[in-house]
Structures are given as structure tokens and as C-alpha cells.
């Protein structure tokens, strides 16, 4: 009985004070909001320019990391954990991180001369959006026409009946951005290929052993892993790597 007292006498309590909020309490405002353009603007125009906006932003990140050398080191970086056998050691946001900064290392050149031709001549004024995309394109199109082969680049100049341009500042981008995209990768895993030797070599040693030995139980990996992190360490692995990364980009 004193439960339901005290329940009903709570239940009063709450009502009471919500009626007296209401009572007392001032009007709200009325909110509107309106997406951009003038009043000579068609309905939906400033909300489609939005949603274009935001399309672009969303794919942007994905557009930088195919027209800068992102996709080469980021693979090679996996390759070198995968063939030393240590799953997330190192974890992903290092070797992400790590391929990041030497991005922005590699792509340095080509990035300092996008904001001296096209970012800030266009932030002061000197030329339109549409000069200000047409400058920036040349420094990244001569970048990624250094390194993309003529096979990938043919490719998809036959697929979409391209004429032949008569430099690399006439390949569109959308022919010239998957040439290069396939063209990293392909390098990337010919790099691959080659740090996965020494550490291949260790793994049959250490496998044919344990037969001999009649260890069939255990596992090689095991045995080998021990070995393979005491080779990277002597040589300077990740000196090595980051060499060759380097000077594959002829920085």
C-alpha cells in the first residue's frame, strides 16, 4: 500500500509540473532554413548543387589516393607484414600512416606546384574555378604519366576510341587516372613478389627440417617467424623498404 502511495503521489507530482511548464512557457520561434542561391534561382537548383557538392567531397578522398603514389606504397607496405607472418603487427593505422606521410613526401614536388599555379592564384582572384582545375590537372597528369606504362595507358584510349594526343596534358583524366591506378599495382606487386623471396626461402628451410626431424605437428610458422624477424632487423628492413619505394618514384 505505501508502494502504490508514493507512486501515485509521484505520478501527481509529474503531471502538476509539466502543466505548469506549459502554461508559462514562451512560444518558440518558427526556424526555416534556405539552402543558398538568389531568388532568380529555379526550385532545387541550390539543393541539387548540395548534393553535388557533397558527392564530390565524399569521393575526393578516393580520387587522391589513385592520383598520388598512396596505392604503391600502401601495398607494398602489406606485402612486407604479410610475408613476415606477423598478421597486425604492424597495425593497420601505422602502416597507413606511415604510407600517408611518405605520400605527401613523394608528392611534394608535384603538390607545391599545383598551389603555385592553380590554389592560389585562384584564392586571390587571378582566375575562374574552371582555369583554377585546368592548371592543378597538369602538375598531377605529368606526375602520373611518368609512371604509367604506354600498354595500361592504350588500353583505355582504345576502349573509348581516344585520338592520340600529342602530349600528356591532352589525356583526359578519366582515361589517364585507372591507366596509372593499374599500373601501381602492378608495380606494387612485382616489389611484393621480390620481398617475399628471402622470407620464402626461410619458411622451406624451416619446413623441410621439421620433416626431417619428424616434427610433422608443429607448425613451421612457428620456427620460422622467430628467424624472419631476426633477418629484417639485421638487414635493415625497413630502411630497405622505404629505399626502394623511394627511389622507384626517382625522387
Known amino acids: 500500500m505505501r508502494n502504490k502511495r508514493w507512486l501515485s503521489f509521484a505520478a501527481i507530482l509529474l503531471l502538476s509540473l509539466l502543466i505548469h511548464t506549459q502554461a508559462f512557457a514562451e512560444p518558440l520561434p518558427d526556424i526555416s532554413i534556405n539552402i543558398g542561391g538568389s531568388q532568380g534561382d529555379q526550385p532545387g537548383t541550390s539543393a541539387l548543387s548540395l548534393l553535388l557538392l557533397i558527392t564530390v567531397l565524399s569521393i575526393a578522398p578516393a580520387i587522391m589516393v589513385l592520383m598520388t603514389s598512396f596505392t604503391r606504397i600502401v601495398v607494398v607496405l602489406g606485402f612486407v607484414r604479410t610475408s613476415l607472418g606477423t598478421q597486425q603487427m604492424p597495425p593497420n593505422q601505422v602502416l597507413i600512416g606511415l604510407a600517408m606521410f611518405l605520400t605527401l613526401f613523394i608528392m611534394a614536388p608535384t603538390f607545391g606546384q599545383v598551389n603555385e599555379v592553380a590554389l592560389q592564384p585562384y584564392l586571390k582572384g587571378e582566375i575562374s574555378q574552371t582555369e583554377a582545375f585546368e592548371k592543378a590537372s597538369?602538375?598531377?597528369?605529368?606526375?602520373?604519366?611518368?609512371?604509367?606504362?604506354?600498354?595500361?595507358?592504350?588500353?583505355?584510349?582504345?576502349?573509348?576510341?581516344?585520338?592520340?594526343?600529342?602530349?600528356?596534358?591532352?589525356?583526359?583524366?578519366?582515361?589517364?587516372?585507372?591507366?596509372?591506378?593499374?599500373?601501381?599495382?602492378?608495380?606494387?606487386?612485382?616489389?611484393?613478389f621480390m620481398i617475399f623471396i628471402p622470407f620464402l626461402v626461410i619458411d622451406m628451410i624451416v619446413a623441410s627440417t621439421l620433416m626431417a626431424m619428424g616434427m610433422m605437428m608443429l607448425p613451421p610458422i612457428m620456427i620460422s617467424l622467430p628467424f624472419k624477424l631476426l633477418l629484417f632487423v639485421l638487414v635493415d628492413g625497413w630502411y630497405l623498404i622505404v629505399k626502394s619505394l623511394l627511389l622507384s618514384f626517382n625522387t
Open 138 to 192: 597538369v602538375p598531377m597528369k605529368k606526375f602520373m604519366f611518368s609512371h604509367t606504362r604506354e600498354k595500361d595507358l592504350l588500353l583505355f584510349m582504345n576502349y573509348t576510341k581516344t585520338e592520340k594526343p600529342e602530349s600528356f596534358e591532352d589525356i583526359p583524366l578519366t582515361v589517364l587516372i585507372p591507366a596509372y591506378a593499374i599500373s601501381e599495382l602492378k608495380t606494387a606487386f612485382q616489389m611484393g
